[in-house]
């Protein structure tokens, strides 16, 4: 089945991801997390659980594992007191340079074992899953 071999997949790069995460002390998702601020200003917290797709509640226990671990620190925007922006603190800035340089080894190394067609193949049936999951969604709601 194609979901097993996606859910497979990922469990594997997942496994890969947690074990360089705990060598450095985090987590897969404080990793992805770090990966997803802006580095210069800081990323509003309302934008990043979209982006990771994960619930608020769990965001905010991560966020604030990392702010305890010293990665990020909160800021508040100068002008709307609401926003909250997650900016990256120096080791965080660190930490990020070490989960890019492991998304890029993975990356690298997959790109390495496919073929110009293969690799051409996978975008495409990518491209589609998001497209098939509308589908399903759509037929859900007529039932």
Known sequence: MVVYKLRS?????????????????ATLSMGFILLTLNEEEGTPVTKIAPRMGMEPNSLSRVLNSMEQDGLV???????????????????????????????FRLNNAIVKSLSEP??????????????????VKERMKEE
């Open 9 to 25: 997949a990922w469990h594997e790069i997942a496994r890969l991801y947690n074990e360089i995460s705990q060598d450095h002390g």
């Open 73 to 103: 620190f909160r800021k508040r925007d100068s002008e709307d007191k609401r926003k909250v922006f997650i900016c990256m603190t120096e080791h965080g800035v660190k930490m990020r340079e070490i989960a890019i340089k492991a998304v």
């Open 118 to 135: 293969q690799l051409k193949a996978f975008f495409e049936v990518m491209d589609q899953i998001p497209l098939a999951i509308e589908s």
